[in-house]
C-alpha cells in the first residue's frame, strides 16, 4: 500500500504541475490574441480544463502525503527536508488550490464578459500560477537532496 500511495504522490504532482504549466504556456502564447472572442473563449476553457486537472491532483498530493507521513512513524523528531514537505508542501497545496480558484473563476468572467477588441490582462493570474510552479519545484528540490 505504501509504494502505491507514492506512486498516487508522484502521479498527483505531476499531474498538478503539469496542469499548472499548461495553464501558464498557452496564456503566455494567447496573450497578444485576447480581445478576441475566439482567443477569449479559448483562454477561459484553457483555464477551466486544466482546473479540473490541477486541483484534483493537488487534492491527491495533499491526501497521498498525510497518509505517507502518518505510515513512516517518524516522531516528533523529522529531518529538515520532511517537516518542509509536510509544513511547506500542505500549506502550499491549500493555498495554490484557493488563490487559483479564486483567480480563476475572476479571469473566466473577465474573459467572458469582455467585448470585442477590448484587451483582458492576465497577468496577476499567471504571476500567481508562476509563484506557486515555483514554489512547488522547491519543496521538490528540497525533498530530493534530502536537506
Same mark, same amino acid.
Request: charged share 10%; proline share 2%.
Given at each position: 500500500?505504501?509504494?502505491?500511495?507514492?506512486?498516487?504522490?508522484?502521479?498527483?504532482?505531476?499531474? =498538478?504541475?503539469?496542469?499548472?504549466?499548461?495553464?501558464?504556456?498557452?496564456?503566455?502564447?494567447?496573450?497578444?490574441?485576447?480581445?478576441?472572442?475566439?482567443?477569449?473563449?479559448?483562454?477561459?476553457?484553457?483555464?477551466?480544463?486544466?482546473?479540473?486537472?490541477?486541483?484534483?491532483?493537488?487534492?491527491?498530493?495533499?491526501?497521498?502525503?498525510?497518509?505517507?507521513?502518518?505510515?513512516?512513524?517518524?516522531?516528533?523528531?523529522?529531518?529538515? =527536508?520532511?517537516?518542509?514537505?509536510?509544513?511547506?508542501?500542505?500549506?502550499?497545496?491549500?493555498?495554490?488550490?484557493?488563490?487559483?480558484?479564486?483567480?480563476?473563476?475572476?479571469?473566466?468572467?473577465?474573459?467572458?464578459?469582455?467585448?470585442?477588441?477590448?484587451?483582458?490582462?492576465?497577468?496577476?493570474?499567471?504571476?500567481?500560477?508562476?509563484?506557486?510552479?515555483?514554489?512547488?519545484?522547491?519543496?521538490?528540490?528540497?525533498?530530493?537532496?534530502?536537506?
Amino acid at each position: 500500500m505504501f509504494g502505491f500511495m507514492i506512486f498516487l504522490h508522484i502521479s498527483g504532482l505531476l499531474g =498538478w504541475l503539469g496542469a499548472l504549466l499548461g495553464i501558464l504556456v498557452t496564456m503566455l502564447l494567447l496573450r497578444k490574441q485576447l480581445g478576441t472572442p475566439d482567443a477569449n473563449s479559448l483562454a477561459g476553457k484553457t483555464i477551466r480544463v486544466f482546473g479540473r486537472i490541477a486541483h484534483p491532483s493537488s487534492i491527491l498530493v495533499l491526501l497521498s502525503g498525510v497518509y505517507l507521513i502518518l505510515q513512516m512513524g517518524i516522531g516528533t523528531e523529522k529531518p529538515l =527536508w520532511l517537516q518542509v514537505m509536510e509544513k511547506g508542501g500542505g500549506t502550499i497545496i491549500l493555498l495554490a488550490v484557493i488563490f487559483t480558484a479564486v483567480l480563476g473563476s475572476k479571469m473566466n468572467k473577465r474573459l467572458n464578459s469582455a467585448a470585442d477588441g477590448t484587451s483582458v490582462r492576465l497577468t496577476g493570474y499567471l504571476s500567481t500560477v508562476g509563484v506557486f510552479m515555483f514554489l512547488i519545484v522547491s519543496v521538490v528540490f528540497v525533498v530530493s537532496l534530502k536537506l
